[in-house]
């Protein structure tokens, strides 16, 4: 009896169940398969794991093996290049994904200010301030919730307990004085 015969009797036994026949398959064909898979990805540990799913799929397989009276071990390699392009593809895939994300990335605007505006702003607010407390805390309050915060004249009206007429009065005297101010200070 032949060593090819002695293998692929060990096939047809792991095909009808026989776990001790599969991992003498293992321990005969893993150096094989794993020095194959390495030839075509050049990578070691990817290597490994494929040539560890090689064998798992032969097993979760077994039962669909035919003997057409080639060594079982071009069956291993079969499964393992099938293994390898189906790899190649996913890490293909994954590549180009990369690349159109980061295209997608590189067409958000970037809406961060400039250390240059970023220093303007701070000096516009370090002036409005200034300003601001110019004016009596009653109308500095009222030009704050309006145009710092947000609110409406009828959200003034009830936060300070004046009426919507006096909020804008207080409003057009606080934006005129502001005005004065700043004419005062360009000069």
Do not use: C, W
Not at 126 to 145: D, V, Y
Request: glycine residues 2%; charged residues 30%; hydrophobic residues 35%.
């Amino acid at each position: 009896m032949s060593e090819e015969t002695n293998v692929s009797e060990l096939m047809l036994s792991a095909k009808h169940g026989d776990t001790d026949a599969f991992a003498l398959l293992y321990q005969q064909f893993f150096t094989p398969v794993y020095r194959y898979v390495l030839s075509k990805l050049n990578d070691k540990s990817e290597a490994e794991d494929l040539a560890q799913t090689v064998f798992v799929r032969a097993f979760e397989a077994k039962e669909r093996y035919q003997d057409r009276g080639k060594s079982p071990l071009a069956y291993f390699f079969t499964i393992a290049r099938n293994l390898i392009i189906n790899y190649q593809q996913k890490k293909r895939d994954i590549t180009l994904r990369k690349e159109e994300s980061l295209s997608l990335f590189e067409q958000i605007p970037d809406e961060r200010k400039n250390p240059h505006e970023q220093i303007q702003e701070k000096e516009k607010n370090t002036a409005l301030s200034a300003l601001l407390k110019k004016l009596k805390p009653a109308h500095r309050e009222i030009i704050e919730l309006k145009f710092l915060k947000g609110y409406s004249n009828a959200d003034i009206a009830k936060k300070t307990k004046k009426s919507e007429a006096n909020v804008r009065q207080i409003q057009v005297r606080a934006l005129r004085k502001l005005q004065s101010h700043l004419s005062l200070s360009q000069k």
